[in-house]
């Protein structure tokens, strides 16, 4: 599975940015797709994240500003970020994952490459 992230960069607070990540290879099994990030100094965590039926999660530092969307025949996750501040700086990673159905557990979890997002006046 390979993960084309894009869609970073540099925006004022209160500004937006929208963050798409494009998935190939053997995604036929691929349940979860979302969004991680990590902040300098700081563990990685995740943002949201979208099963393949549509249900979401987010941190609850981002409910009500951020959106992730998926779309299943093109294997593409969208991140759109809104309001946003300065703490949502931040390395922003896709990750694909196949959990098991009723434990969740993951079985198989890909990255794509990071993409910066900076938020700053």
């Known amino acids: 599975v390979q993960l084309l992230a894009s869609g970073g960069g540099l925006v004022q607070p209160g500004g937006s940015l929208r963050l798409s990540c494009a998935a190939s290879?053997?995604?036929?099994?691929?349940?979860?797709m979302g969004w991680y990030r990590q902040a300098p100094g700081k563990q990685r965590e995740l943002v949201a994240e979208?099963?393949?039926?549509?249900?979401?999660n987010y941190v609850d530092s981002v409910k009500g500003r951020f959106t992730i969307s998926r779309d299943n025949a093109k294997n593409t996750v969208d991140l759109q970020m809104n309001s946003l501040k300065p703490e949502d700086t931040a390395v922003y990673y896709c990750?694909?994952?196949?959990?098991?159905?009723?434990?969740?557990?993951?079985?198989?979890?890909?990255w794509g490459q990071g993409t910066l997002v900076t938020v700053s006046s």
């Open positions: 979208i099963t393949t039926g549509g249900n979401t």
């Open positions: 990750n694909v994952q196949r959990r098991q159905l009723i434990t969740l557990a993951p079985i198989e979890t890909y």
């Open positions: 290879g053997s995604i036929f099994s691929i349940n979860y």
